[in-house]
């Protein structure tokens, strides 16, 4: 049986003129972009080209887009750097961010002394924007708020412009893991009031190992790695050249294919609820699905029992690959802090089925009836 991949949201494919982008680079333009020569120049066009074509697509400035490992890589950038360069003593998160934004916040807490406040989380999986107010009204310290656009879990997305609104009222910095919606959605980021963003390339087809990282071009910090000039002095290291271009093509493409792409992966995602609806009777969501909602994500919950706790596992048997929001006794997961902070009951088994424009219904149909098989 052929392999289905419902785990679009963990990484997707290098689509094929992504990789035909990056062929080039990977063989006969191996220059340094450092080096003065000919191989160096035409490296460094390469660069200064992907960076200009990522602005465009991102309506931001060629000077505020920086190329960095991935989304892990910047926000540990902006996060420690709004401790020691902008002066920060207050980070307000919110306890369903990634991995890469608590535990950066957690080492700055215990190494910086800082103090950190985490939103309340509404029922349905959306923060509590009046409880971040209220936060920022109540703390007169100079504050950073880093909250993520999309969850990567559930799929709940905030209102960026109004979380922006409300920092700007009490001059804090805005930082937002952006990793799910770069590539997703549209983002015009000179009239959006947000300071930082991140993007990892192999979320929307291209190449996994390369970020970038959005500083408005009124912020200045200092990198996080040195010992080079690279990035105008904001990220030593050689550039990763061919994910570098392979970046900025891929984030082309999903720019000029966005309604066709989100309009067909939506479908997918509202055919699978449907299916599942109607052959599953016991089955449950998380998050706000249908609303303010990533259109790639659909997070399920069965009812706990000798057969569900097996789910992923037995899954991957037949083939499917997708991943849990919760603990299995399989052993491959801990547990989902996401999850836990919706304050679910711990009788059901969850599970993240993430879609992309390669999928089809057919797949859909073959999960959905093995399922009922499983359960």
Sequence with gaps: MER???????????????????MPYLTEKFGNPSSIYSYGREARMAVEQARKSVARDLGARPSEIFFTSGGTESSNTVLRAAVYDLGCTHIISSPIEHH????????????????????SILPDGHIDIENLEALLAENPDKAIVSIMHANNEIG??????AVGTICKK?????????????????FNLANTTVDFITGAGHKFHGPKGVGILYINEKIKISPLLHGGAQ????????????????????????????????????SLKKYMYDQLVEKIPTVSFNGDSFGESLYTLLSVNFPKNEKTEMILFNLDIHHVCSSGGSACSSGAQQGSHVIQALNKKEDLVTIRFSFCKYNTTLEIDKVVNLLTTLL
Excluded: C, W
């Excluded at 289905?4 to 990056?22: C, G, H, Q, R």
């Excluded at 002394?113 to 985490?118: D, L, R």
């Excluded at 009490?170 to 549209?186: C, E, I, K, L, M």
């Design 156 to 161: 709940n997305m905030i209102d960026m412009e």
């Design 100 to 119: 890469a934004t608590l535990h950066t916040v957690e080492y700055l807490k215990k190494t910086a002394g800082i103090k950190v406040s985490y939103l």
């Design 170 to 186: 009490y001059n804090a910095y805005f930082h937002s893991d952006t990793v799910q919606t770069v590539g997703h959605f549209p």
């Design 4 to 22: 289905i991949y419902f785990d679009n949201a963990a990484t997707t494919s290098l689509d094929p003129k992504v990789l035909e982008a990056m």
């Design 231 to 266: 990035e105008r002095n904001m990220r030593a290291g050689t550039e990763n050249l061919y994910g570098i271009v392979g970046f900025a093509k891929a984030l082309e493409m999903a720019t000029e294919h966005y309604e066709q792409d989100s309009t067909y992966i939506k």
